[in-house]
């Protein structure tokens, strides 16, 4: 079964310029999460979709952005890049929360996002 | 707000020992916590997910353990191994029924020493 998949692994932005990043989520698991990881503030929420809805949003500015396709893949949008947008950006996928709560994450590999 | 703290930030051994990882939150009222592993560069892989009815979950040589009254998890590795070296992760998220939100702690960063 394959696992949560970020496209791309790598990439080198300049300030200004925007990025889109993509996430494939483990079949059949229909809630995906994105997460920021740097050195200083570690791993800050994003966002989370559920069928094709966002269900949660962190603390972040409105240049952060997200979507959700029918498929369950999803993609995030960082517009105006600052230098402080450098991270790992973290994608997680789960199967649909029960009454018995949040379900388990699993995480992909990660986007390494590089603004210069 | 829920605040999750990792104690120590990091840690080293000799190969060969036993060790215990800890984890402390601030609110009880979680559904469950998971703990995961992180290596350089590399994004996170699940451990163990261990449920706010259980006390203790298991898998291979590590048991994770929960007490939702205290607002404490420990993460026991049984003999440790080089392969063991990674940063370990534990995450809550909040009490409210489908919120796939998690709450991180900053990490332990484990190094077993050959």
């Known amino acids: 079964k394959a696992g949560v998949t970020q496209t791309p692994r790598y990439l080198i932005k300049t300030r200004g310029q925007q990025v889109t990043l993509s996430c494939s989520p483990i079949?059949?698991?229909?809630?995906v999460s994105w997460y920021q990881q740097t050195p200083g503030q570690g791993l800050q929420f994003l966002f989370e979709?559920?069928?094709?809805?966002?269900?949660n949003k962190g603390n972040f500015p409105g240049r952060f952005s997200g979507r959700q396709f029918s498929n369950s893949r999803s993609e995030m949008n960082v517009s105006t890049l600052e230098l402080g947008d450098s991270a790992l950006y973290l994608c997680?996928?789960?199967?649909?929360?029960?009454?018995?709560?949040?379900?388990?994450?699993?995480f992909g590999e990660g986007s390494r996002l590089t603004v210069l | 707000k829920q605040e999750v703290t990792q104690i120590p930030a990091a840690l080293s051994v000799p190969e060969g020992e036993n060790l215990v990882l800890n984890c402390s939150f601030t609110?009880?009222?979680?559904?469950?916590l998971q703990w995961f592993r992180q290596d350089p560069g590399k994004g996170l892989t699940s451990l163990l997910l261990?449920?706010?009815?259980?006390r203790e979950q298991t898998s291979g040589r590590l048991n994770a353990s929960l007490d939702k009254s205290s607002g404490r998890s420990t993460l026991y590795i049984a003999a440790s191994q080089p392969g063991d070296s990674a940063t370990y992760l534990c995450?809550?998220?909040?009490?409210?029924?489908?919120?796939?939100?998690?709450?991180f702690g900053t990490g332990t960063r484990l190094t077993i020493i050959p």
């Open positions: 609110d009880s009222a979680i559904y469950n």
């Open positions: 995450a809550v998220p909040p009490g409210r029924f489908g919120n796939e939100k998690l709450t």
């Open positions: 997680a996928s789960s199967l649909a929360g029960t009454r018995e709560g949040p379900g388990e994450l699993f």
């Open positions: 079949s059949g698991h229909r809630s």
């Open positions: 979709y559920f069928s094709e809805t966002q269900r």
């Open positions: 261990i449920q706010s009815s259980q």
